[in-house]
């Protein structure tokens, strides 16, 4: 079982920055999608930004134009700016994809928080 391991979490102002990655524990075959959620405290985790395999990124409204994105082969990074205090959240990637048998997997990394205080 492959394991998604996030960094760079951690505590910051309103209207600065921070930049998440996230790398595999183990090869990755080949995916479809990664991406990053977030789950605010007492709310439901959301989708934040997701780039396919054809590198096509899309974004949920509330962070377009101050997140960004983006991957190196197989590890996957979230630039993000101007961040706002309804920004604070615990932050998971994931992938999607299928194994060298052909078998969909899904996995998830274990969160990093981000706070964001005003």
């Known amino acids: 079982q492959v394991q998604l391991v996030e960094s760079g979490g951690g505590l910051v102002q309103a209207g600065g920055s921070l930049r998440l990655s996230c790398a595999p524990s183990?090869?990755?075959?080949?995916?479809?999608?990664m991406g990053w959620y977030r789950q605010p405290p007492g709310k439901q985790r959301e989708s934040v930004a997701i780039i396919t395999s054809g590198d096509t990124t899309n974004y949920a409204a509330s962070v377009k134009g101050r997140f960004t994105i983006s991957r190196d082969k197989t590890t996957v990074y979230l630039q993000m700016n101007s961040l706002k205090p309804e920004d604070t959240a615990v932050y998971y990637c994931?992938?999607?994809?299928?194994?060298?048998?052909?078998?969909?997997?899904?996995?998830w990394g274990q969160g990093t928080q981000v706070t964001v205080s005003s």
């Open positions: 994931n992938f999607r994809g299928k194994t060298r048998t052909l078998h969909e997997y899904d996995y």
């Open positions: 183990g090869s990755i075959f080949s995916f479809n999608a």
